[in-house]
C-alpha cells in the first residue's frame, strides 16, 4: 500500500533536483535519470510522476513562480498606493531569485517555452501577470503612459537577470535593483 503523502514529497524531491540539476548543466546535459538519481529514486518513478524531462522542467518553472508570486504578493500588500511598481521591482528583484540554479532555471525555461506548449503557456501566464500588476500600480503614477511603462520595465526586470546569468561578472541583486528603481524614478519624474 502506497504510503500517504509520498508522491507529493517524491515530486518535491524531483522538482528540486532538476532545479539543481539544471543550475549545474542546463537543460542539454540533463537527464530525467540523472535528476531522478539526485532525487534518490529511479527513473521509472520520475517518468511515472511526470512524463518527461520537459514536464519536469514546467513543473520546478510553476515551483519557482510560486515562491515569486507569494514574494510579489507580500510586497504588495505592505506598500503604499503610491510605492506599489517600487515594491513589485524590489519583489522581483529579490537576492534570492540571483541563486545560481533558479537563474539558470528561468534561462532554460525561456528556451524551453520556444517548443514547449505547457512551458509557452505558463511563460505567458507570468508576462500578462507581470504587465498587470506593473499597469495597475503605474496607472495611478504616469495614467495612460502606464502600459508602456510596465513593458519596458518586465523588460528591464528580465534583462538584468539575462545579464547576470550570461555573464557571471553581470549585476549583482543590489545592482539590479538600484538600476531598475533608478529608471522607474527616472521614467515618473
Do not use: C
Not at 519536469?56 to 510553476?62: G, N, P
Not at 550570461?166 to 539590479?176: H, S, V
Amino acid at each position: 500500500m502506497p504510503k500517504t503523502g509520498a508522491e507529493a514529497s517524491r515530486k518535491a524531491a524531483l522538482v528540486d533536483a532538476a532545479i539543481a540539476a539544471v543550475g549545474r548543466a542546463g537543460t542539454q546535459d540533463v537527464t530525467v535519470a540523472k535528476i531522478a538519481r539526485a532525487a534518490g529514486m529511479s527513473p521509472a518513478l520520475a517518468h511515472h510522476y511526470f512524463g518527461s524531462k520537459s514536464q519536469m522542467l514546467t513543473a520546478a518553472m510553476r515551483h519557482i513562480l510560486s515562491g515569486y508570486g507569494a514574494g510579489v504578493r507580500a510586497a504588495l500588500a505592505e506598500a503604499p498606493p503610491d510605492a506599489r511598481a517600487r515594491a513589485i521591482v524590489t519583489a522581483s528583484l529579490d537576492g534570492a531569485h540571483f541563486d545560481a540554479a533558479t537563474m539558470a532555471a528561468w534561462v532554460n525555461f525561456y528556451a524551453l517555452a520556444l517548443t514547449d506548449a505547457d512551458a509557452a503557456r505558463l511563460l505567458s501566464i507570468y508576462h500578462r501577470r507581470l504587465r498587470s500588476n506593473l499597469v495597475h500600480a503605474l496607472r495611478p503614477l504616469a495614467q495612460d503612459r502606464a502600459p508602456a511603462l510596465a513593458a519596458t520595465l518586465g523588460a528591464l526586470i528580465d534583462g538584468v537577470y539575462l545579464r547576470a546569468v550570461l555573464d557571471r561578472r553581470g549585476p549583482t541583486p543590489e545592482d539590479a535593483h538600484a538600476m531598475v528603481q533608478a529608471w522607474l524614478a527616472e521614467a515618473l519624474a
